[in-house]
């Protein structure tokens, strides 16, 4: 096995076996050196244990992910933006290629505008004659009020003689 042909160094990964003397591989010419290890250097630091540490990299991580949303957000809102401005240089391209009918728009508006003068015309004439027509109709009540008012009074005398003539 490569375990054994290296010197021994057990099982682990990180050569946390026992130190067996030199390494010698077989049928490589002359063979390699000896070499000495210090095991306390091949064991892992286990910075897990200090609970600072463990709070700082868990806001750290919190910060990141904090970050990451407001990154994602921002990347969202570029998008966005830049789908609103090729939609208004479309909009912008399609007026600027409409300029030439804006011309023909104003004789549109024009006549609209005459058309609207002559009917408020028309409207003012009616007007004054609707006000005339108004004053006969209340001269003609008020003569027809003033007939009433005497055919009722002429009426009161004839039933006050009818009544005196009975007596």
């Keep these: 096995s490569t375990a054994s042909a290296f010197g021994g160094y057990g099982g682990s990964r990180y050569g946390a076996g026992l130190y067996r003397g030199p390494a010698v ?32 990299r868990k806001e750290e991580k919190e910060q990141i992910k904090t970050l990451n949303n407001k990154f ?32 023909n728009m104003n004789g549109l508006f024009e006549a609209y505008i005459a058309n609207l003068r002559h009917q408020l015309e028309g409207l003012g004439q009616e007007r004054l004659r609707l006000e005339a027509e108004l004053g006969n109709m209340q001269g003609l009540v008020e003569e027809f009020k003033n007939k009433y008012e005497e055919e009722i009074n002429h009426r009161t005398e004839k039933e006050n ?3 005196l003539l009975k007596k």
């Design 25 to 56: 591989v077989p049928g490589a010419g002359g063979g390699i050196t000896a070499v000495s290890v210090n095991q306390s250097l091949l064991t892992p630091l286990n910075l897990e244990i200090d609970p600072s540490i463990q709070r700082v």
């Design 161 to 163: 003689e009818f009544v």
């Design 72 to 103: 994602a957000s921002f990347i969202d809102k570029v998008r966005f933006l830049e789908q609103q401005n090729k939609m208004l240089e479309t909009k912008w391209s399609l007026l600027q290629s409409q300029k030439t009918t804006r011309s």
